[in-house]
C-alpha cells in the first residue's frame, strides 16, 4: 500500500468514526476539504477530475481505499465537468449497524 493510500485509509477510517460518532450516514466534503483532510500529495486538477472519483466508486485498483473503508460515494460535476464535493454515504453494512445504535438510543 502506497503512502497516499495509507493517507486515504486512515482519513476514511476517521471520517466513517465523526460520522457514526454524530449518527449521520451522509455527510458532503468540498474537494478542497478532501485535499486539505487526507494530506494527499494529488494536485487539485485531480481531485476536481470526474475520472478520479469514478474510478474510487467503482473501486479500481488503487482507488479502492474508500470503497473498501465502507462508503459509497457520489458527486454532481460542475458546469465546467469538474467535481466541486463528493458525497460520503456509509454502505449497506455501516448503515445496519448505524440503524441498530439509533434503535437502542430510542
Partial sequence: MSRDQKMWKAWADVLRQAMMTRLVC????????ISHETGTEKPASSLQSQKFWNACIRGEGSYGTLSKAGFDLS??????????????????????????VLDRNK
Fill in 75 to 100: 458527486f454532481v460535476p460542475n458546469a465546467a465537468g469538474k467535481v466541486d464535493a463528493v458525497t460520503f454515504r456509509l454502505n449497506a453494512g455501516w448503515q445496519a449497524i448505524l440503524q441498530r
Fill in 26 to 33: 451522509e455527510v458532503t466534503k468540498s474537494v478542497t476539504e
